[in-house]
């Protein structure tokens, strides 16, 4: 059976997301080996000296962009306003809370995951994450992450359920059953409630390392296995305005993964098939192995990180970038901010 074009675009958004959701992770991953320098005068070590009733409040952006011949258009983008209250501190570390207080989508590309965010939203509005961190400000613990697991699952079957109602055509090139099995997996565990906060590795993800006030060139492999060269540097800026405070300090880094063409075609077959139908998967590798074939361009993401932070260790400004080029035929953005709005501290 001959796929539709409308097939085939769902295809090729689906292929760039996977390989985007792979090699994201890999610019933060290596940040935190930076730790633990041995001249500790040219260090800043990111600690939080917090207190009960402390209370921060954020605006978080994601969103989607995509570059076709330096025409750039958006294609999604939600907007997200939330609380992080300092519940109770104690000599082992602290207490806080995040409570959710807004949430605006704008689905422009009438993006299944946008999709998916909106149904989800109405679901666990009301839902608070308690959490624990240790006297740095490192998190360690979700403490209601059973209850957090038992309102996730049962909202994302409702989602599930209206999702593939209102895109009947989804199921032909995502079944649910393999996409409705992983995502549920993902969220059985503690560990897999944290990944589902990921606002709190970004707000805390540094709390209890320390980074070179000198830029720190690396080359390595990442976490996935490819090479990888990273640039992190530190500095506490100069006051700006009213809201900056003396001892305010910023940390930025940036993650180059390159990747050939062969590449690129191994990481699909070891991927794709785990939720695509053996139809849609061969016609998307099919795909790939023609755009390919002979160039030596493969991929190249690049990682984009800024962290922000009060002198007190709270956080700031925290924003992430991530920008996926394959074989010169594909580039595409996606975006990640938190911003501090309000504060309250004791």
């Given at each position: ?25 890999t ?8 730790q ?8 800043i ?41 300092v ?13 959710p207080?807004?949430?605006?989508i704008?689905?422009?590309?009438n ?10 939203w ?54 649910r ?12 565990t ?10 709190l590795?970004m707000?805390?993800?540094l ?14 492999i990442?976490e ?26 910023v940390?930025?880094a ?13 990481l699909?077959s ?22 390919l ?25 925290m924003?992430?970038i ?22 309250h501290?004791?």
């Amino acid at each position: 059976m001959l796929l539709t074009n409308q097939r085939l675009q769902k295809m090729r958004k689906i292929f760039t997301f996977v390989l985007l959701a792979i090699l994201s992770m890999t610019a933060h991953a290596q940040m935190k080996t930076l730790q633990n320098n041995e001249n500790e005068d040219s260090t800043i070590a990111v600690i939080g000296y917090f207190s009960k009733n402390d209370t921060m409040e954020y605006q978080r952006v994601q969103g989607k962009m995509k570059i076709v011949d330096n025409d750039t258009t958006q294609r999604g983008e939600i907007t997200e306003k939330f609380m992080v209250v300092v519940t109770d501190s104690t000599a082992n570390g602290y207490k806080m809370e995040i409570i959710p207080l807004s949430c605006e989508i704008k689905d422009i590309d009438n993006d299944y995951q946008m999709r998916m965010a909106s149904l989800l939203w109405n679901n666990i509005k009301g839902l608070r994450c308690r959490f624990t961190t240790d006297e740095l400000g490192s998190v360690q613990h979700i403490e209601n992450w059973r209850e957090i697991r038992d309102v996730l699952k049962k909202s994302y079957v409702t989602v599930f359920d209206s999702l593939y109602a209102s895109l009947p055509a989804l199921d032909s090139v995502m079944p649910r059953k393999q996409l409705e099995s992983l995502t549920l997996l993902g969220c059985s565990t503690e560990d897999g409630i944290k990944e589902q906060y990921d606002e709190l590795d970004m707000l805390f993800g540094l709390h209890g390392n320390e980074v070179t006030m000198e830029p720190v060139e690396t080359d390595d492999i990442s976490e996935a296995g490819y090479p990888t060269h990273s640039r992190i540097e530190s500095f506490y800026p100069a006051p700006k305005d009213e809201y900056d405070i003396e001892g305010d300090y910023v940390v930025n880094a940036r993650t180059d993964t390159k990747l050939s063409g062969d590449d690129v075609k191994d990481l699909l077959s070891t991927t794709l098939g785990v939720l695509l139908t053996g139809e849609v998967s061969d016609s998307v590798s099919k795909y790939t192995n023609e755009a390919l074939t002979n160039t030596k361009e493969g991929m190249t993401t690049t990682n984009y990180e800024q962290y922000c932070y009060f002198f007190n260790g709270w956080p700031k400004l925290m924003q992430k970038i991530v920008e996926i080029n394959v074989a010169g035929l594909v580039r595409r953005i996606e975006y990640d901010s938190i911003e501090w709005t309000r504060r309250h501290w004791e």
